[in-house]
């Protein structure tokens, strides 16, 4: 029970029970927990919501906290477990819950749905669980510069590396983007790292489904896979809804690779109250039961694709066949919009620089025939123009002809007639891909000369981007373009009936200050004697 509670930092006296003692009558659970928060080894905690009664919660004590920790290292020192373990029990002393009474924590939910997800995992028949913990934040922050993704859980069963995510729906797509599926690319990207911190070639990421906000899981679990295919992240993510994960977690039930359910199917089973809820029997078998039938695959298929080497993206020169959903989309030059400002372009701006960034690096990841044949769809939508060239040393493709102030994009050499970008700035590039300018506020002597000289700077609102560094002042708008920290031009848009656009080109000197418009003093009026 001390282990249980150790790998699963809080559980109900009714999880105790079907994961210790299946045997044992509720009553008898009970007089043991008491028994043992008698002696020291833990603590009870009552919930007192409104929904649910009132269940009642075992925590460890940190001795009991120390003791699991040295038996937790021993059991993953005889598996394949030896490098997790050594990096999720990193911290030596770690700290029990703090909960307060008649108080329900905001995590409280989330916590008890992993647990059970745990739990239904272990019961998986003729595959060997050999880690599995939910720990808070269990990876580091950061390896060698890249930032690490925080699962809720670690598993690792047979002799593949699980990591776990349950979406309740309470979080925004972009924060599932930026938190989760980017970060886990980036990471897939690295085999090396993988194996030098985890001990595995590869890894898989399991995200379960909930939605108990809006009700309507189907549709959540196929915003999040578009989210995944977005950013480049469908190949080592898996999704299911958590109902099913619970109720029967060895049959085809994971979507891969950015497969969805089927949308005429997603309206239907939103009434299903069975979807909205982790239950503790398997449901009746219905309609919202039969639909990821098609497309689903089962725990088997998943771990014996990780050992394959699907599981996660190999180096860039090692071939992969091709995926099942449209490959991204090529590495085109995309070019600044027309002087629109606003949040609304600001944002647009910056999804068309990630966009740009993420097809780049998949097309090096991807193996050549595949990058090509994805390119060769998209490409033909967009008129037909010439193919990119992508072979294993780098991309090139045709330069756009309607380059209006600079591209935004990574660091690239651009001739006459091309534009490539080589292996070793790809292999340097992150799913992430927030490259902010190091050159500092270049623009400000620009925007005060345009704007009279006299202004206070406060006044000046910055936003920068990537490369791109965007200043606003009354009505205009100044674009500075940086490639590798210098500044290579300033485009001034000014609002009004005569668009006025000014390029300042790199090492041009700043213009003089406009000299201030100093209004002639009114004559005075002299009396005259009386």
């Known amino acids: 029970m001390l282990l249980a509670l150790a790998r699963c930092r809080i559980l109900s006296f009714d999880q105790i029970r079907r994961l210790v003692f299946q045997q044992l009558s509720p009553q008898r659970v009970g007089q043991r927990v008491r028994a043992l928060a008698e002696q020291g080894w833990l603590r009870t905690w009552e919930d007192v919501s409104r929904v649910g009664g009132r269940p009642r919660y075992a925590v460890p004590s940190r001795r009991a906290l120390a003791v699991a920790r040295q038996m937790l290292a021993a059991d993953a020192a005889a598996s394949t477990a030896t490098h997790i373990a050594s990096v999720v029990l990193r911290h030596a002393d770690r700290r029990p819950l703090v909960l307060a009474p008649r108080v329900t924590p905001g995590f409280l939910s989330h916590q008890r749905e992993v647990n059970d997800l745990l739990i239904a995992y272990g019961s998986i028949q003729d595959v060997r669980l050999h880690w599995a913990t939910s720990f808070d934040r269990p990876l580091p922050l950061h390896a060698r510069g890249l930032a690490l993704p925080q699962p809720d859980y670690v598993l690792v069963l047979d002799d593949a590396l699980i990591f776990g995510e349950h979406d309740r729906g309470h979080e925004s797509l972009a924060h599932f983007r930026r938190a989760k599926a980017e970060r886990y690319a980036a990471l897939a990207a690295q085999p090396d790292l993988v194996r030098e911190f985890f001990g595995f070639d590869r890894f898989v990421v399991w995200v379960t489904v909930l939605d108990a906000r809006a009700g309507a899981p189907l ?35 994971w979507f891969c690779d950015g497969a969805m359910p089927e949308e005429h199917y997603i309206g239907e089973a939103k009434a299903s109250p069975a979807l909205r809820s982790m239950p503790a029997h398997p449901p009746a078998r219905g309609v919202w039961h039969q639909l990821h039938i098609r497309h689903a695959h089962a725990v088997r298929d998943l771990i014996a694709d990780v050992r394959g080497g699907r599981g996660a993206r190999g180096s860039l020169t090692t071939s992969r066949p091709a995926p099942s959903h449209p490959g991204p989309l090529p590495p085109f030059a995309r070019t600044l919009s027309r002087g629109r400002s606003g949040p609304r372009h600001d944002v647009a701006s910056l999804a068309r620089f990630h966009a740009e960034h993420r097809s780049i690096v998949q097309c090096f990841r991807d193996a050549p025939v595949s990058a090509a044949r994805g390119c060769a769809r998209a490409w033909s939508r967009r008129g ?31 001739s006459s007639t091309r534009t490539r970008w080589s292996v070793p700035i790809a292999r340097c590039a992150q799913a992430t891909s927030a490259r902010t300018s190091m050159g500092g506020s270049s623009i400000r002597r620009f925007a005060r000369s345009a704007c009279g000289g006299l202004r206070p700077m406060r006044a000046v609102r910055s936003r920068r981007c990537a490369m791109l560094n965007i200043e606003r002042y009354r009505g205009t708008r100044f674009w ?29 000197p700043a213009p003089a200050p406009s000299p201030p418009v100093i209004a002639p003093e009114p004559p005075r009026r002299t009396r005259r004697p009386a």
């Open 384 to 414: 037909g123009r010439a193919l990119p060239e992508i072979t294993s040393r780098g991309v090139s493709c045709p330069k756009w002809l309607h380059s209006r102030v600079g591209r935004i994009s990574p660091r690239k050499e651009i």
């Open 480 to 508: 500075g373009l940086y490639e590798a920290g210098q500044l290579l031009c300033v485009t001034v848009y000014k609002k009004g009936a005569e668009a006025v656009k000014t390029r300042i080109e790199r090492g041009t």
């Open 219 to 253: 549709r959540r679990l196929s915003s999040l896979v578009e989210v995944a295919r977005d950013a480049a992240a469908s190949d080592v993510m898996a999704f299911t809804l958590a109902g099913w994960a619970v109720s029967t977690p060895a049959a085809p039930i």
